[in-house]
């Protein structure tokens, strides 16, 4: 068991989470940050490292796992301490404090918390197929952690959403050959990325439209697949020669502990004040994909503005004798850099 003092304890290393840090940096408050995942980055880093993201400011373009990159250099100044590969099982109020622990045992007293754990737990939707365990990990695969290890393979990618269809685009140009499985022939991507997919089947390049079928079965030995059976609702099958399959079905979603902390909560989220971003727990904040508040968006441009939010609030907290004298991070810089 170890202790820790802090000013705040932020649960969730993802983007939002990691932004808090500098936020709260820069008005001279301490963090430690405690998250479930083995290294900081949240689903961008867990789940789809070289997938491009296109809405962050100033960046037409930058690749997720590079993005996470960014954030914990813009971080590192104030010195964070990271409690990983843990998680939060309990958090209680003594005094005006809080109290974290985790399951590796660490016991953190902070002034606030600050919860950014996106929408909770997570982990992929597996597809209910007959011996998958024995694939997972060597032929099956519910993340892309790097492109170059599906280069010259034949792979069997499942799903109709935008995930899905944005990795037949980007691997398109490394793989063999790619079969899309869908139930449906109607897929549900962005108009345009839907768009790019027909072309690229329709060219007779590598792409192969499999629709409207859905996974059956799997064959292979020894961990590695050397086929995909898919089948149609009316009991017509195919046997697609296939060395990877990559089934995106989503994420399955769960607060966790979170939903026993008696937080106030909006379906499945935690529920705060839009000025502040607190909860209905005095000292308890919620930003990024897991508040709830009217006008909502859950981008991760916003969940930027609500770390801002509730690094302010809590400064009130933290210092509440000493007025802030607002400057700009241009004119203040940051430690060690003027």
């Known amino acids: 068991m170890t202790e820790h003092t802090t000013d705040i ?6 983007p939002v989470g990691l932004f808090a840090v500098f936020e709260c940096g820069m008005l001279k408050m301490s963090c430690h940050v405690i998250d479930t995942l083995e290294a900081v980055g949240g689903q961008c880093a867990a789940l789809y490292p070289e997938k491009p993201i296109y809405d962050i400011p100033g960046f037409p373009t930058i690749l997720a796992q590079d993005f996470v990159d960014r954030l914990g250099e813009q971080a590192a100044p104030f010195n964070p301490v990271h409690h990983l590969g843990q998680q939060v099982t309990a958090l209680t109020k003594h005094g005006e404090r809080w109290l974290v622990e985790t399951s590796a045992g660490a016991r953190i007293d902070a002034r606030a918390v600050i919860i950014a754990a996106g929408a909770g737990a997570f982990g ?20 892309v952690k790097r492109r170059e290890d599906f280069r010259g393979k034949r792979l069997v990618i499942a799903g109709g959403g935008d995930s899905s269809l944005d990795w037949v685009l980007s691997l398109a140009e490394l793989a063999r050959k790619i079969y899309v499985v869908h139930r449906r022939p109607k897929f549900r991507g962005a108009p345009e990325t839907v768009a790019r997919l027909h072309a690229l089947a329709e060219s007779g390049s590598v792409v192969e439209l499999v629709v409207p079928y859905q996974l059956a079965g799997l064959e292979g030995e020894n961990g590695h697949l050397n086929a995909v059976s898919v089948k149609t609702l009316d009991g017509e099958t195919r046997r697609l020669e296939a060395d ?25 989220h935690v529920a705060v004040d839009p000025e502040t971003c607190q909860s209905s727990a005095p000292g308890v904040f919620a930003i990024g994909d897991i508040a709830a508040y009217p006008g909502k968006l859950k981008l991760i441009l916003c969940g930027f503005s609500e770390a801002a939010m509730a690094a302010h609030a809590i400064r009130d907290l933290v210092f509440p004798d000493q007025a802030l004298h607002w400057e700009y ?9 003027g």
């Open 244 to 268: 990877i399959l990559l089934p995106f079905f989503g994420l399955s979603m769960n607060l966790g502990p979170i939903a026993d902390w008696g937080l106030e909560l909006d379906h499945g």
């Open 329 to 337: 991070s241009t004119t203040k810089g940051i430690p060690g850099n």
């Open 9 to 14: 304890a932020i649960i969730g290393a993802g």
């Open 124 to 143: 992929a939707n597996r597809p209910p197929l007959a011996r998958l365990a024995e694939f997972e990990g060597t032929s099956v695969f519910y993340r």
